[in-house]
């Protein structure tokens, strides 16, 4: 007689064996990563740059001008002082940049519930300026063609707003400042935290540049006409839903269709120059200790910075600095 096992017991069974498995494999990758990492210096982790082909991702020191790892795994980044990367797409791993202890994920899907309520901003006839709510704008005055965007500069609420096709800058009365009146085109906001707030202007009379909340002009001028500007960036490690956040440090890459360069925001300085030959996508960097959030000069101090340039023609990537200086093997 055949008795049969409990369904409970049945599930527990799978539960453990498939956990089982699972440990199993991640041993697995784990001995295959440290063989690879074997002979790459704790004091070379600095130098290494990623470089990619059809094969996969592998990395380049930059100081002895050789690839040190062959290209099989994916995603791999700068050292932040710790290595992260991918493992055959299925694994994510990280090497500590202090002891080179391993360490093994499999890639995991967070879900992020968002449980507030959605409302739809009220128009309200000739009403001043706009009304917040849990940091939303609830209500705005109906002399504005639609919902003014909000933002937060010193603990107060401003927001960008569009009246008789004329973007100004207004405050929750509807007072604009002396500098930022409706009078602008074009007026982008670019965020850089700690209240460093710049805006790409366009002006009616065709001026374009840079402008901030106290009406200083910047690069007057000498900007990249119609361009995105981007201040982060994404990596892949454990959350592949929604990846790690790539602070640019006050670093922007600007861009349009034709033209692409590298902006310093706290000095603003070009770094690069907007040109045709490059096309560059994003900022990267290593770094020998742990960084914190703040956007600073000197918070940057000891970071060394790398640009992603994509060559439409070979279908590949690489990885510049500020001398144009090209790193792949």
Same mark, same amino acid.
């Given at each position: 007689m !055949?008795?049969?096992?409990?369904?409970?017991?049945?599930?527990?069974?799978?539960?453990?064996?498939?956990?089982?498995?699972?440990?199993?494999?991640?041993?697995?990758? /784990?001995?295959? !990563?440290? #063989?690879?990492?074997?002979? !790459?210096?704790?004091?070379?982790?600095?130098?290494?740059?990623?470089?990619?082909?059809?094969?996969?991702?592998?990395?380049?020191?930059?100081?002895?001008?050789?690839?040190?790892?062959?290209?099989?795994?994916? #995603?791999?980044?700068?050292? /932040?002082?710790?290595?992260?990367?991918?493992?055959?797409?299925?694994?994510?791993?990280?090497?500590?940049?202090r002891t080179k202890e391993v360490k093994v994920y499999l890639q995991q899907w967070r879900i992020f519930d968002d449980n507030s309520e959605y409302h739809e901003p009220i128009s309200k006839g000739y009403s001043r300026g706009f009304y917040v709510v849990n940091n939303k704008i609830f209500s705005y005055s109906g002399i504005y063609t639609y919902c003014p965007y909000l933002f937060k500069y010193k603990n107060r609420n401003f927001a960008i707003a569009l009246k008789d096709g004329k973007k100004a800058v207004i405050n929750e009365d509807g007072e604009t400042g002396s500098n930022l009146g409706f009078d602008y085109l074009a007026l982008e906001m670019v965020n850089l935290g700690n209240d460093i707030i710049w805006f790409k202007y366009k002006n009616s009379a065709g001026e374009e540049g840079f402008i901030n909340m106290d009406g200083e002009k910047k690069l007057v001028n000498d900007i990249i006409s119609g361009s995105n500007s981007s201040t982060q960036g994404n990596f892949s490690f454990i959350d592949t839903e929604r990846s790690l956040r790539i602070n640019y440090y006050g670093y922007s890459v600007e861009y349009n269709d034709e033209l692409s360069g590298v902006l310093d925001m706290l000095k603003m300085q070009w770094v690069i120059r907007p040109q045709k030959k490059l096309e560059i996508i994003a900022i990267n960097y290593t770094t020998q200790k742990m960084q914190g959030d703040e956007v600073t000069v000197e918070n940057r101090a000891g970071l060394k910075f790398y640009f992603n340039v994509r060559d439409q023609k070979k279908q590949t990537e690489y990885y510049i600095d500020d001398k144009l200086k090209t790193y792949m093997p």
């Open positions: !055949i008795r049969k096992l409990p369904l409970l017991s049945l599930l527990g069974f799978l539960f453990c064996s498939t956990a089982f498995s699972q440990e199993k494999y991640l041993d697995s990758v /784990k001995a295959v !990563i440290e #063989k690879d990492f074997a002979r !790459i210096k704790l004091e070379d982790f600095q130098y290494l740059v990623p470089f990619e082909n059809r094969k996969g991702a592998g990395y380049f020191n930059s100081k002895s001008n050789k690839a040190v790892l062959k290209p099989k795994y994916h #995603k791999l980044d700068f050292a /932040k002082p710790n290595l992260k990367g991918n493992f055959d797409n299925t694994a994510f791993f990280e090497i500590d940049g």
